[in-house]
């Protein structure tokens, strides 16, 4: 019987075959060798937080929320070995157990490790790499079935397999470096769009981290920094304010182990766009972003999010190692958003830019293929490890990868 499957903001809708929860990895295994024997398309799923339909299929899809779990920290090297479908928020209290943590994370924790992996997610910052940049080792099941560890001892298929888009197999195991355990101060304080975009560079290279969103309804910007610290936790309680407010941004002053204090409460559905522009373009690119949106769109109220990024060697890193800038821009679901979304666009990529994987884009294959020097590189792993592509999905084949 054909099942329905939606993604977390409903933008993306699929109709498996079959969608397969396996609770080990051999009944993983087994399933994805039957539906690649059958021909079917087989894509896995954690959280559904992709807005891209990376996870669309009319075959196998494969639900990994069961294969769950922090497995071992190595205590020589601080590498914390996990299963695939662990979700962010689950890796913080076992991770500070062991004296752990991430070196950073967005503000959404609720993915699944391999997909934020898998989509190169990431927080903002150039002193800390994205998740893709984190994995040190990656296990994947093939369409035979098999078991294949990549890793470093053959770094060139590693720099496909952390940012893979789940095409060269099912991952089932992901081995992440680690940082010794550590709380942040986290401040928030409005500014004026000119003095915060001017001053951002200096702010970024002072702290930890920072970001800044600016709230199209206000004209103001609010920026966010996090600071190392050795002080007492003080988490305030605060309510969850609507998008596009100042109230939702601007925070108390607050300390917390880092795992609890990089996310925010998202319970609205949204969906996103979000590209990465070298640093130096990040500045014009988004005064003119500002300027369309206020005259062409002046009813989007989302907040726009500008944040930086370390330059990554993953073949399909969107940075593609340089360091860079992301802005993101955002919509309520259930609103229009093709329109301004493409207007967008056509700022971000005549400013160099490249898309986040996991988020939209109107991009096709000729468009992937100039901006991705690697990608033949890229290719050429995926055909060898999934020659029948059993792992492309009409999404991926439109954008170049099922050659």
């Known amino acids: 019987m054909t099942a329905t499957w939606s993604n977390w903001a409903g933008n993306v809708v699929a109709r498996p075959r079959a969608v397969v929860r396996p609770a080990s990895i051999d ?54 070995t996990v299963l695939a479908g662990t979700r962010l928020h689950d890796l913080g209290e076992p991770l500070l157990a062991a004296g752990r943590a991430l070196a950073n994370q967005g503000d959404i924790d609720t993915q699944a490790v391999a997909g934020a992996v898998a989509t190169g ?96 309804a206000l004209d103001q910007c609010v920026l966010k920094t996090f ?28 300390v917390d182990w880092s795992w609890r204090m990089y996310p925010s409460v998202r319970t609205t559905p949204f969906v996103e766009m979000e590209y990465t522009l070298p640093l130096a373009n990040g500045p014009d690119a988004m005064r003119e972003l500002r ?28 940075t593609q190692g340089a360091e860079s800038v992301t802005i993101s821009v955002h919509q309520a679901a259930e609103l229009p958003w093709d329109a301004f979304f493409r207007d967008a666009e056509v700022i971000f990529l005549a400013s160099g830019g490249r898309p986040h994987w996991g988020k939209l884009h109107c991009l096709d294959a000729a468009g ?25 999905n009409d999404h991926l084949a439109e954008l170049g990868f099922a050659e």
């Open 27 to 80: 009944k993983l295994r087994r399933a994805v060798r039957e539906a690649a024997a059958r021909g079917d398309t087989i894509r896995a799923v954690g959280a559904g937080h992709s807005f891209a339909p990376l996870c669309q299929t009319d075959g196998l899809l494969l639900d990994l929320s069961l294969l769950s779990g922090l497995e071992r920290v190595d205590p020589a090297t601080g590498e914390a």
């Open 291 to 318: 300027e369309m949106m206020r005259t062409r769109h002046p009813d989007c109220a989302w907040a726009v999010e500008y944040r930086t990024q370390s330059g990554e060697q993953s073949l399909l890193s969107p």
């Open 121 to 216: 997610t990431h927080g903002t910052g150039r002193k800390h790499g994205s998740f893709a940049a984190m994995a040190r080792a990656i296990e994947l099941c093939t369409p035979e079935g098999d078991l294949v560890t990549i890793d470093g001892r053959d770094p060139d298929r590693l720099r496909a397999a952390s940012l893979s888009l789940g095409l060269l197999g099912v991952m089932t195991r992901l081995t992440l470096d680690t940082v010794p355990a550590y709380k942040l101060r986290g401040r928030t304080r409005p500014l004026p769009f000119d003095a915060c975009l001017d001053g951002f560079l200096a702010e970024e290279t002072a702290r930890r981290t920072a970001e800044f969103w600016w709230l199209p």
């Open 227 to 254: 600071d190392d610290t050795d002080a007492p936790i003080d988490r305030p309680e605060t309510p969850e304010y609507p998008p596009g407010t100042l109230e939702r941004y601007l925070k108390p002053d607050a």
């Open 368 to 392: 992937i293929a100039r901006r991705y020097p690697a990608l033949d590189a890229f290719r050429a792993v995926r055909r060898a490890l999934d020659p029948a592509g059993a792992f492309v």
